[in-house]
C-alpha cells in the first residue's frame, strides 16, 4: 500500500524532528545550528513540484524592475520547467546542461548549452537544488553558509568558480516553513534578480 | 655452371629493376586531381569549377542518419541521441561543423555578427534609425528583456539596442526545412535523427577521408552503451568516393588472388616450369616502369588513371615473353629462338605502337599520358623480351616439349571454313554501329559509378531529407574584382527572390546574400543619420521607455565608427565559419573571380534558363555540372576515337610496308578489323551503350589480334620442313590467347561497372581475333585445297 503524498510527507517530517529533538536531548555543541542537509531533506520533495515564480530583475541601463511571472515545474529526477506567462508566454525545459527554448506550440526554437553561460547554469542549479533537496548539487557547485532555523532559514550560495567564470557573485535565498521561498541573485556587476517562489501548488 | 650465372643474372635484372620501381615512384609525382583530365582549352573555367567543387564545402558535407535497430517508429528520443552523436562527432576533432538542427544562443556564436553588423546583410533600413523606428526598437527590446534570451541581450543591448546582430546572424543559419522533433532534425517519419557534418579536410583526401568514416562508425558504436543497437547511415560525395575507392581496391585483389593462380596454372600446364612464370612477368614489368618513367619525364607528372589504363594496354606485351618460351628447344636456345621470332614480334609491336601514336598528340593531357605510356611500355616490353629475357633465361630450364606437334592437330585443320562468317558478322556489326552512331554510347556518368544503386539512392533520401542543395545546378558570376562580382551578383537577387516566389526553385545561396558589395555598403551607411540627429531620434525614442540615459552610448559610437570604417570586403572577415562560407561561394581564377549561385530545390533547368534574363544581367551564366561533365567525356571519348582511327590507318600503312601484299596484309589486318567492331557490337546490345572503359578495352583488344594475326600468318608462311616452327608458334598463340581470355573472362565477373567491362570487352575480343586469325592465316600447303 502506498501511503499518501501528504501523509508521507508529514510522516518524514515528523522523523526529522525526531532527529533534531534527539540530538538536541543528546546535549551536542553545535545541534541548535540548523544543519544543512537537514534543511534540504526538509525541502524534499518526492514527485512532482510547480510552484509560481514572480521574478523582478534590476540592471543598470533599466530604470525599472524588469518583471515577469510563471511557475517553475520540477519533474524528478531532474527536469526543469520554467514558463513565462506575462509578458510574453514562452517556456524553456532544464534537462541535464542543456536548456531548451521552446514557443507556445512547445516546438524548440533555440537552445543554451549551460556550459556555455555558467551563470545562467548557477542560476538554474539553485533553483533546482531546493525545489529537489539536493544537497549534493548545491555543494557541487556553490560554498553554502546557512542561518535560522526549520521555521525560517536563509541560506547563502557563493559560487565555488572564480569571477573569471562568472558575473554572479552569490545568490541568497530566505525561506519560510510555510513554503515561500526568495532567491535573490547578486551579480559583480551590480545588477540582481529577485525570484519570489510565491506557493507550492503540487501538495494540494 | 651456366645455370647459376643465368639465374644470377636474373636475381640482378630483378633488383635493379625494383631498385628502378622504387626510385621512380619517389620521384614521379603521381597526380589524381580532375583537372588534369581536362582538355588545354577547358582546363580554364570548368577546371577551375570542378576543382572547387571537389574541394568545396558541398564535396565536405557527410549526411549522417542514426536510428534504432529495432525500427521504433517515431524515435522516442531523437534529442538526447542527435545530441550525443554531435558531442562524439565534436569530440573526434575532424569536423570543421556540425550540424543537427539546434539553434545555439551563446555569446561566441553571435560575436562575429555582432561585430560586422551595420555592414553584413539583410539591408538596413534607415526608418530603423528615425526616432519612431527607434522607439519600436527599443519597446521591443524590453520585452525581449524579459524573456529567456535576457542574459544574451544583456550583453550586447548597449552598443546594439535593435537586435541587430541577431537578424544578421538568422542569414546565416542553415537553409533547410527539414522536419525538427525535439529541436534537432528528424527524418519525415520520425525514425531517424539527422545531421550534417562538414568535415576539416578536402572532400576527396581518400586516406583521411576513410579515417573520418571509421571515426563516424566509431561515435556510433559509442552510444550504443546509452540507446541500445543503432543503425547507420551516412552519404555524402566523399563518402561516395571513398566507397568507391574501397570496392575498387577490394575488387581488384580479389581478381588478382584468383588470377595469379590461374595464369600459374595455365603456364604450368604448358611448360611444367614456375620460373616460367617470373620470367613472362619481366616484359610487362620493364614495359609499365618504362612508361610511367617516360609519362613522368615528358608531363612532369603521371596521372594516376595513365597508370590504371595504361597497365591494360600494355597488357598485350605480355604474350612476347610467351611467343619466346614456346619457341625454346635443345636446339632452339633461348637467343637463337629470340633471334628467329623478332621479325614477327618486332612487326606485331610497331604495328601495336604505331596504332597508338596518334594518342600523343590528343588535346587531353590524359589521352596524350595515355599515348606516350603505351608506346613507351610496349617498346620496352618488345625490347626487354628481345635481348634482356635470353640473357636471363636459364639455359637448362630445358621446357618440356608438347607430346604432340599443334600444327598438325585436327582443332586447326581447314579453318578457312570460318572465314564467310567471320566476313558476314563483321559486316552486319560494321552496319549496326553506323546506324546506331553516337547512340552507342552511354552518356549517363553515373552509369559508370562504382557504387551501388543502393547508396545512390540513401544519399537522394538523405539529401531531400534534409533539403540540401544538389551540386549539380549552378549560376555562374564572373567579375574582375570581388566587387564587380558582389555588385552583379547584387543585381541577379531580384532576380532569384521572383524564380523563389515562382516556385522554380526553392532557394538559393550565394556570397550576396550574406555580403553586399562595398558599393551597396557605402551607400547603406550614408543613409545613417550623423551622430547628432541618431542622438536626438534615440533621446526621444527612450522618453517614455524604463532606460536610463546615456544607456545606449555605445550604439552611438558603434554607430559612428562603422561609418568612418567604411565598408569591408569578405576578405575583412576572420571569423573561420564565415569566411569558409564566403570563400566557398567566391572562387578567384585566372583572370578575376566567380562567384557561384547554389540552387535548392530546381523544378525545371529550363524554367531557369528561359525566366533568368542573362543578356541583361552581365557576367551571370548557367551551368549543368553534370552535363559540362559529360560533354567532357564526349570529347574525350571522340577525341580518343579519332586518334584511334588515325593510328589504324598508320597501322595498316606500316603493315603494308613491312608485308608488301595485299594479301598478306589482309591476313594480319582481317582478323582486327573483324573482331573489333563484332566485339563492339556485341557489348553494346549486351551493355547498354559503350563506355570510354569499351573504347579502351577495344584498343587492347586491336594490340592483341594484331599480335596473334601475325605470329599466326608466320606459322603458316613457314615451309612444311619447318613444321616444329609452326607448331611452336601455334601453341605460342594459343597460350596468349587462353591467358588473355581466362584473366579478362576473371575481369569480366568483377562487380564494378568498370573492370567488368573491360574484362567482358577482352576477353571476347581475344577470342575472336583468335579465331579469326585462325581463319585467315591459312597454311601454304592448305592454300592449293
Not at chain 1, 542543456?98 to 506550440?105: F, G, K, M, S, T
Not at chain 1, 557547485?141 to 525560517?152: I, Q
Not at chain 2, 573491360?758 to 585467315?776: D, E, M, N, W, Y
Request: glycine share 8%; aromatic share 8%.
Amino acid at each position: 500500500m502506498r501511503m499518501p503524498c501528504g501523509l508521507r510527507i508529514v510522516v518524514r517530517r515528523v522523523w526529522v524532528f525526531a532527529a533534531i529533538w534527539l540530538a538536541l536531548s543528546l546535549g551536542a555543541g553545535s545541534a541548535a545550528a540548523l544543519e544543512f542537509e537537514v534543511l534540504l531533506e526538509s525541502l524534499a520533495l518526492d514527485g512532482r513540484r510547480e510552484v509560481a515564480f514572480e521574478e523582478s530583475r534590476f540592471i543598470a541601463s533599466v530604470t525599472t524592475p524588469i518583471v515577469s511571472r510563471g511557475r517553475f515545474i520540477f519533474e524528478p529526477p531532474d527536469r526543469l520547467i520554467k514558463t513565462i506567462e506575462y509578458p510574453r508566454p514562452e517556456s524553456a525545459v532544464l534537462e541535464d546542461d542543456r536548456l531548451a527554448i521552446l514557443d507556445e506550440d512547445g516546438a524548440e526554437v533555440a537552445s543554451i548549452d549551460l556550459w556555455l553561460q555558467p551563470d545562467l547554469r548557477l542560476i538554474f542549479a539553485s533553483i533546482r537544488g531546493v525545489l529537489k533537496g539536493d544537497p549534493e548539487a548545491l555543494r557541487s557547485l556553490f560554498w553554502v553558509s546557512l542561518k535560522g532555523d526549520l521555521e525560517a532559514w536563509s541560506l547563502e550560495l557563493s559560487p565555488k568558480v572564480g569571477e573569471a567564470k562568472t558575473r554572479i557573485q552569490r545568490i541568497a535565498i530566505v525561506g519560510h516553513a510555510a513554503g515561500t521561498q526568495t532567491f535573490e541573485i547578486l551579480e559583480i556587476s551590480g545588477s540582481r534578480s529577485h525570484i519570489r517562489l510565491l506557493h507550492d501548488t503540487s501538495a494540494q | 655452371m651456366n645455370v647459376i650465372r643465368a639465374w644470377r643474372r636474373l636475381a640482378t635484372v630483378l633488383v635493379l629493376m625494383a631498385a628502378f620501381a622504387v626510385a621512380a615512384f619517389a620521384l614521379v609525382p603521381i597526380r589524381a586531381d580532375v583537372t588534369v583530365l581536362m582538355p588545354d582549352r577547358q582546363s580554364g573555367e570548368l577546371g577551375l569549377l570542378l576543382q572547387a567543387m571537389q574541394e568545396g564545402p558541398a564535396n565536405r558535407v557527410i549526411l549522417i542518419a542514426l536510428e534504432l535497430a529495432s525500427g521504433e517508429l517515431p524515435l522516442k528520443t531523437p534529442g538526447p541521441l542527435s545530441r550525443a552523436m554531435k558531442v562524439e562527432l565534436r569530440n573526434t576533432v575532424l569536423f570543421e561543423q556540425i550540424l543537427n538542427g539546434e539553434v545555439p544562443l551563446d555569446d561566441a556564436a553571435l560575436r562575429p555578427f555582432f561585430e560586422h553588423r551595420y555592414r553584413l546583410n539583410p539591408p538596413l533600413d534607415p526608418a530603423g534609425f528615425s526616432a519612431a523606428g527607434l522607439r519600436t526598437a527599443l519597446e521591443n527590446l524590453f520585452e525581449r528583456l524579459q524573456g529567456f534570451g535576457a542574459p544574451l541581450i544583456e550583453g550586447i543591448m548597449g552598443a546594439d539596442p535593435t537586435l541587430r546582430s541577431f537578424n544578421v546572424a538568422a542569414l546565416w543559419s542553415p537553409t533547410t526545412s527539414a522536419v525538427k522533433r525535439q529541436g534537432v532534425w528528424v527524418s519525415g517519419d520520425s525514425r531517424r535523427v539527422l545531421l550534417l557534418a562538414t568535415t576539416a579536410e578536402a572532400g576527396f583526401d581518400s586516406p583521411r577521408q576513410h579515417a573520418t568514416i571509421l571515426a563516424i562508425q566509431a561515435a556510433a558504436a559509442k552510444l550504443e552503451a546509452s540507446f541500445g543497437p543503432l543503425r547507420l547511415t551516412y552519404s555524402g560525395p566523399s563518402v561516395i568516393a571513398v566507397e568507391s575507392r574501397q570496392r575498387g581496391e577490394s575488387e581488384s585483389q580479389r581478381l588478382m588472388l584468383l588470377s595469379v593462380p590461374l595464369i600459374a596454372g595455365i603456364l604450368f600446364l604448358f611448360f611444367r616450369r614456375l620460373a616460367v612464370l617470373l620470367l613472362a612477368s619481366l616484359p610487362l614489368v620493364a614495359g609499365f616502369l618504362t612508361g610511367a618513367a617516360l609519362v613522368a619525364a615528358i608531363f612532369g607528372f603521371v596521372h594516376v588513371t595513365t597508370l590504371g589504363f595504361g597497365a591494360i594496354l600494355i597488357g598485350v606485351a605480355v604474350d612476347y615473353p610467351l611467343h619466346l618460351l614456346a619457341h625454346l628447344r635443345a636446339d632452339n636456345p633461348a637467343r637463337r629462338a629470340a633471334h628467329r621470332i623478332w621479325p614477327a614480334l618486332f612487326l606485331g609491336a610497331a604495328t601495336t605502337i604505331v596504332g597508338f601514336l596518334p594518342l600523343v598528340f590528343s588535346s587531353f593531357p590524359g589521352v596524350a599520358q595515355l599515348g606516350v605510356f603505351t608506346i613507351g611500355g610496349l617498346a620496352a616490353a618488345a625490347g626487354t623480351a628481345r635481348w634482356l629475357l635470353p640473357y636471363v633465361i636459364p639455359v637448362a630450364i630445358a621446357l618440356p616439349r608438347p607430346r604432340a606437334n599443334w600444327a598438325t592437330m585436327g582443332l586447326f585443320q581447314r579453318p578457312q571454313r570460318l572465314r564467310p562468317f567471320a566476313l558476314a558478322f563483321g559486316a552486319l556489326s560494321l552496319g549496326f554501329l553506323m546506324i546506331r552512331g553516337p547512340d552507342l554510347w552511354q552518356r549517363d556518368i553515373a552509369a559508370l559509378s562504382p557504387i551501388p544503386e543502393s547508396l545512390q539512392a540513401m544519399d537522394r533520401d538523405l539529401r531531400r531529407n534534409l533539403s540540401v542543395a544538389s551540386p549539380r545546378h549552378l549560376l555562374i558570376i564572373a567579375g574582375d574584382t570581388v566587387e564587380e562580382v558582389l555588385q552583379r551578383s547584387g543585381a541577379l537577387i531580384p532576380h532569384l527572390e521572383t524564380l523563389t516566389a515562382n516556385g522554380v526553385i526553392e532557394a538559393y545561396e550565394l556570397a550576396a546574400r550574406y555580403i553586399p558589395s562595398m558599393a551597396e555598403q557605402r551607400f547603406r551607411l550614408a543613409a545613417i543619420p550623423d551622430t547628432g540627429a541618431l542622438r536626438a531620434n534615440l533621446a526621444w525614442a527612450q522618453s517614455s521607455l524604463p532606460f536610463t540615459s546615456g544607456a545606449f552610448e555605445p550604439f552611438l559610437n558603434a554607430v559612428e565608427a562603422a561609418r568612418l570604417a567604411g565598408p569591408i570586403e569578405p576578405a575583412d572577415i576572420d571569423a573561420p565559419l564565415l569566411r569558409l562560407r564566403l570563400e566557398s561561394l567566391l572562387l578567384r581564377g585566372e583572370g578575376g573571380y566567380r562567384g557561384l549561385v547554389l540552387l535548392r530545390g530546381l523544378r525545371n533547368p529550363d524554367e531557369l534558363r528561359e525566366a533568368l534574363p542573362t543578356e541583361e544581367l552581365a557576367g551571370v551564366r548557367y551551368l549543368d555540372i553534370k552535363e559540362a561533365t559529360q560533354g567532357l567525356m564526349d570529347d574525350y571519348r571522340a577525341e580518343t576515337l579519332l586518334w584511334a582511327a588515325v593510328g589504324g590507318g598508320l597501322a595498316l600503312v606500316l603493315l603494308l610496308a613491312a608485308i608488301r601484299s595485299p594479301k598478306g596484309v589482309a591476313e594480319v589486318f582481317l582478323p582486327v578489323g573483324l573482331s573489333v567492331p563484332i566485339t563492339a557490337a556485341a557489348m553494346s546490345l549486351t551493355g547498354g551503350g559503350l563506355t570510354i572503359f569499351h573504347l579502351l578495352a577495344l584498343l587492347m583488344v586491336a594490340g592483341l589480334g594484331i599480335d596473334y594475326a601475325v605470329f599466326l600468318r608466320r606459322s603458316a608462311e613457314a615451309g612444311a620442313e619447318e613444321v616444329r616452327e609452326r607448331g611452336d608458334d601455334l601453341r605460342a598463340v594459343c597460350l596468349c590467347a587462353l591467358t588473355s581470355f581466362a584473366v579478362f573472362a576473371l575481369l569480366a565477373s568483377a562487380s564494378i561497372p568498370l573492370l567488368s567491362q573491360i574484362g567482358s570487352t577482352v576477353a571476347l575480343g581475344s577470342v575472336l581475333s583468335f579465331i579469326f586469325g585462325l581463319a585467315f592465316a591459312v597454311p601454304r600447303q592448305d592454300r592449293s585445297a
